[in-house]
């Protein structure tokens, strides 16, 4: 990831909080079902950068086992 998408995407732990948010506002039952499917939209997309971030970091803990730095997660 270069310098520029690092400060772009958020952290792991922000994206977790807005998906805790986006929950939160879907189960409050005073959304429409308009707003639901943008909550809904949006969440996935969140999902899916976690995803891509957690899949990186274990591409990179593979490497480092590979080379023999890291023996234990």
């Given at each position: 990831m270069s310098k520029k998408e690092?400060?772009?995407?958020p952290a792991l732990e922000e994206?977790?909080?807005q998906i805790e948010e986006?929950?939160?506002k879907m189960?409050?039952?005073?959304?429409?079902?308009?707003e639901s499917f943008s909550f809904y939209q949006?969440?996935?997309e969140t999902l899916k950068a976690c995803n891509l971030l957690l899949d990186e970091v274990e591409k990179k803990m593979q490497i480092l086992n590979a080379d023999g730095t890291?023996?234990?997660m």
């Open positions: 690092e400060q772009t995407t994206m977790f909080t986006i929950i939160q189960e409050n039952g005073e959304t429409s079902l308009e949006k969440g996935v890291v023996t234990e």
